[in-house]
């Protein structure tokens, strides 16, 4: 039973001390303690008090497993993305995060931009013959143009899209577990979204989730995961 850890979770990404969780139940900091520690658990009306508060079931709150407080992650943080234009290439196959992102990256040699800042998202349209049979997948990698920038003879559409406020954590030392870390940053952030009152945006004008890799001064390679909100 993972309840003590998931309230632990709950509570630190609605921002809450102890004492404020105590305030809110009528009950005693020593009280939250021991739910947190796993020593005992609350009463059925209790629980159903705190799955209110948090906007998630029982069953979530009792058996789920919300490990999003792992080192790899750092805080989550809401951001302003200023205006930027984008050139973008879809892949479906097996291994689609390598073949779009080498494809743009050729763009970007093409284009010889030294530093270029690259995002991706997963591309849902895939067939359910594709998924099952073939074990393929979809992804779509995107090229970040500066306001002038001509692409020159290369086939592909410039789209651009206005400032846009998104929800946003990195990730660290990923190497190995992409299909774990990943999905659970996103789990993440639409837990502290729903437990915060935060809404998801969604439209052709903009780009509802992305992700970015970068390296920090430090030499470490950092991904960060947004996702648009209203």
Request: charged share 30%; with cysteine; glycine share 4%.
């Amino acid at each position: 039973m993972n309840f003590g850890k998931n309230l632990q979770i709950l509570r630190k990404m609605k921002n809450m001390t102890q004492e404020e969780l105590a305030d809110k139940m009528k009950i005693s900091r020593q009280t939250v303690s021991k739910w947190e520690l796993g020593a005992v658990l609350p009463e059925i009306e209790k629980l159903v008090e705190l799955c209110d508060m948090f906007h998630c079931s029982v069953d979530q709150l009792l058996r789920g497993t919300m490990d999003y407080s792992s080192e790899v992650y750092s805080n989550i943080r809401i951001v302003t993305v200023a205006p930027f234009r984008y050139i973008s290439h879809t892949v479906i196959s097996r291994e689609p995060e390598r073949d779009a992102i080498s494809h743009v990256k050729g763009w970007a040699e093409h284009l010889k931009i030294e530093n270029p800042y690259m995002i991706g998202w997963d591309f849902p349209q895939v067939s359910q013959e594709q998924r099952s049979v073939f074990h393929m997948r979809g992804y779509a990698a995107a090229l970040v143009l500066d306001a002038e920038q001509d692409i020159g003879d290369i086939d592909a559409e410039i789209i651009s899209q206005d400032r846009q406020k998104y929800i946003t954590i990195t990730l660290e030392e990923r190497a190995g577990r992409e299909f774990e870390i990943i999905p659970n940053a996103y789990k993440a952030l639409l837990t502290y979204m729903s437990i915060n009152g935060i809404k998801e945006k969604f439209g052709p004008e903009i780009i509802s989730c992305y992700e970015h890799e970068y390296f920090d001064p430090r030499g470490r390679e950092l991904m960060d995961v947004f996702i648009a909100i209203e």
